[in-house]
């Protein structure tokens, strides 16, 4: 299947938002957030298909696939790239929160954001409605500290690896270890004690 | 937040702890935090989480969502919901490719399966719109051993295939039991070949041939399922090819949908290699299930689809496990089947026909169309050679019988795609005809004529016909000569015709605007023009009218066998609600009767038929020519048939063509409403001016409070709003979530827009700062089996109360409180259906559109509470009010289309002037299904803002492809018995 006049118009006109964005248009980054939106989306629903039977999930190579799709191989400069794979992080977050909570719509968290999770719990992947608990305590991380929460959407939401952190946020692979753990342990101490002792 | 240490401090000193061993974390603690207690606890409790926490987050969150959706039963439809037209029975399975469900199709009265695709299949519009033409292609096919694809049922973002019901065990339930023998497995694989011989003489591949995929009625019948639905479904190539069509053995056990896998014992060694699938696939995997029917057992077997896979590349069928009375020729067929090199497969089921059929049959394949298949395909030795052989061996083993008597003439449909660069030009008008014989199909695409031998591959453009571009006088309604010669059309204000053998047109008569031509074969031509029916020799000459002023414009005419009663379709003028009418006049009395109400395009047909066309179904009532009447009810004979319209939906035709020879043709697929649209600015004296926002297929425009923005429905295939900037001239995606969002109702401050949208599988309304910053709340929402669409109207001045109309049931006015809980809560609901509720400015009275009176009209009642009387504002038909900010004046549309306007004299008690036109209908102000206000006012009451018509629709979701059914006579005898 040849790609479509759809796909060329998308592929240019979001390398042409990455780069407009890169000079400084915010204007740009808001529209190129829905392309991201969608191109992640159908990825992930098609992962999400064919994941049912084979469990070596890989997002980063949907958000790989998604950047060589929307940008391709076109010189862009490192900052671009580094902006697009932060949208597409915090999009990848939007897209399985909503999964998450279209599933277990009736299990929304209320105001009292607190789940126990046993030991035993904790080694399985989490539930769906643990996902949304951690997306809400994730929230007030990023309160707290931005660079952790985009640590965390990095990491759990978009499979990156340590390594693939840093290199995108330009900082040392040790600095993204000890922001993660601490970012880690601050969301588990958040979602199994409640926000009373969890503060700050 | 409370007091205490600094977050700065905590992590400082957590982070610090995490680099000493563990055992000395605490005395680094107590040592780093002194006197701060406090700092000191929250450290250690972050260290008793660090520590407790597992591998929790670890694992990227995908996984956990893959595993909830792999515990959902799906979308889970359950006895008595609705899907589309279809009225779920019961759950009959879930595959690959969906939950598949027993429903009724209410209209036919008949049971079908309704196999739901996957909601996340569905966001992908590049494949849903590619899935939708394969569906299309694959709804053509008509034999009797393959379950039909009846065609495409699509529902708020999510689509159904609606397939034919078929009871019975599988053939991998018959397998599961035993050999099957072979004097009941000959028939089965005989049924199989020719259910494969058809589709491939179509050029559709099954591609995922296996038992499970194969039905055995009871009465032995087989019916083959999933023809081509692997390819139609598959994603489109990924951007590398390599790695989707890497020669790995592992790539198909990852392709998409999990199709492959089950699949993997029956999957071609080309298949499997990645390598495309062609019909020898198909005779790969016919090889397959006869060793299997056989045997018991698979001819492809592993551990795993890794060991399958290698068996299928590398290892031969135990051939000794096939049973030692099979006749050579059948052994052979297997065999052969069974080629791992394509080259030296057998390239024809035609081939296994001869084989199977045994040689009492084997002329019948010779009769058919196809001239001489010993020739014509590069299996000839293999075939004669079998051919050979079968002879020899018939008498012993044949056993399989084709009973029934022969028919005389098979129904046979098939598709005639146009070529990826064109497009229908319909224009109003219904843009194919066959010629008299059925030979011919005569078809205007991309504004020209062309013409299809249907024995042919190509068609032919017709030169010297072709329009040109954004013409409102662009060729439509060809129509064919008795003989078959010429094909009449009309094009830019005349009457003309052209011979099929091509030359120059030659013009036959001027006609301003002409409709519903016929050639009738004492060599006059019949036509419409508005309200009048007239007639003119062939030769050319002064048209004649025969019949005149009909009350209503005139389409679709025949003259009835007599020549004295002509049949058309009349569409009343000026009224939205009238239905079009198929009335049948004499000419000689002028005694006129109506047929059928709410139908068009009426064919009387030599088999004592009449058929006609109404919401995208073609239906057929027999008809007596002596006593000019129907009897019986109509029955559907085809579905999705489009048709055309004009934009001001004067008149509009079925896109149908039947020969008298017996032969149908229609477009297959719905009218498109997604037709671009420009804003313009217009005054009270009908000036006009563009704001200059691109042609889109927008509707209901609505104008910020300070008139500065406008947000806007684009009615595409994602179905956002937009927000064109008036100033600035900039047209921006106001709502970015895939689901479907309409509607939208700013707040009287201009900060927020309340909208309707489906996201969350409902009919909700949501609302967001205007400025698109922020994220959208929910304001309410109804399960989609109450209401289709909750659309937010008008917003009262003080901005506390929201009116809504829900629709897709009996529309009816809603209200909420924006104030507190947003809790929907009846506003009027009279029984009869109201919508657009729009709120006076000062906040006390409603305008509303209700059909109460038989017909919408707009009504004002007080406001809030609606009890305290009612005042007709139209009566003679209306909708869409809107008041003007000043509160002294209403406005509406009447049912031509005209924007009227009406005096607000007194409010105690409230008395109103009489409405007066104030602009003409030449603005779009009504689009299929979209019922809410088409148009807005400035905030001076000066200017009114429409939607004007642009360019030619959009053709992303127009139909692209002819089904021609030849023999139709035949079905529509068994279908419509007459007697």
Sequence with gaps: MEPSHRTVDRTTRATGLLLAWGRGDLQARNELLPLVYRELRQRAAAYLRRERRDHSLQPTALVNEAYLRLVGQRRVRWQNRAHFFGVAAQMMRRILVDYARAHHAARRPGAGLRVSLTEGMSAAPPMDCELLLLDQALNELAALDPRQAQIVEFRYFSGFSEQEVAEVLSISRSTVTREWQTARAWLYRRLTTGPDRGAP | MTDGPSWKDVKRVFQAALDHESHQREAFVREACGEDGALRGQVESLLVAHESAGSFAERPAIGSVAVTIEGESGCALRRGDVFGAYQIIQWLGAGGMGEVYRALDPKLNREVALKVLPELFALDSDRLLRFRREAQVLASLNHPNIAAIYGLEETVGRQALVLELVDGPTLADRIAKGPIPLN??????????????????????????????????????????????????????????????????????????????????????????????????????????????????????????????????????????????????????????????????????????????????????????????????????????????????????WMGARSGPVEPKPVTRFGVPLRADEQFTANGGNPIALSPDGKYLAYIANRRLNVRPLDRLESIPIRGTESLANSSAEIRAPFFSPNGQWIGFWQEGQIKKVSINGGAPVTIAPAVSAYGLAWEDEGTILFAEGDNILRVPEAGGKPEVIVGHVKGRVQSLQLLPGKRTILFTVFPEGTTNAEPEIVVRSLDTGQQQTLIRGGIAARYVPTGHLVYFAAGTLLAVPFDLRALAVSGAPVPVAENVASSALPSRAVAAAQIAISPSGTLAYVAGSFNASVPRTLVWVDRLGKEESLGAPERPYVYPRLSPDGRRIAVTVNDQEQDIWMWDVGRKTLRRFTIDPAEERYSAWTPDGKRIAFGSHRRGEAGMWWQAADGTGTPERLAGFPFNRYGNLQPTTISPDGSRLVATATGGSPNLWILRLTGDPQPTPLLQTGFRERNGEISPDGHWIAYESLEAGQFDVYVRPFPDVTGGKWPVSTSGGSQPLWARSGKELFFIDPSGALMSVRVERQSPFTIGTPAKMLDGSYVWSVPTYAGRMYDISPDGQRFLMLKQGGPPDQTSAPTSITVVQNWFEELNRLVPTH
């Design chain 2, 184 to 397: 009941e497995a000959l028939p089965f694989a005989r049924q199989i070949a020719e259910a494969l011989e058809a589709a491939h003489e179509q050029g559709i591949i099954h591609r995922d041939l296996k038992p499970a995929n194969i039905k055995v009625r009871p009465d032995g019948t087989v019916k083959v399922l999933d023809f081509g639905l692997a390819k139609a479904i598959e994603p489109v190539r990924a951007i590398s090819p390599g790695v989707t069509q890497s020669p790995t053995i592992t790539t198909p056990a990852t392709t998409q949908g999990g199709l492959i896998l089950g699949t993997a014992a029956y999957m071609s060694p080309e298949q499997a290699k990645g390598q495309a699938a062609d019909k020898r696939s198909d005779v790969w995997a016919f090889g397959c299930v006869l060793y299997e029917m056989l045997t018991a057992k698979r001819a492809f077997e592993g551990e795993d689809v890794s060991d399958t896979l290698a068996a299928v590349l590398r290892s031969d069928p135990a051939w000794g496990a096939l049973p030692g009375n099979l006749p050579p020729a059948l052994v052979e067929l297997i065999q052969r089947s069974l080629e791992k090199d394509r080259r030296r497969r057998i390239a024809d089921v035609a081939a296994a026909l001869f084989v199977l059929a045994g040689p009492s049959q084997a002329s019948r394949v010779t009769r058919t169309e196809r001239a001489n298949p010993v020739t014509r395909h590069p299996i000839a030795a293999i075939a004669a050679a079998l051919v050979a052989t079968v002879g020899i061996a018939a008498g012993g083993w």
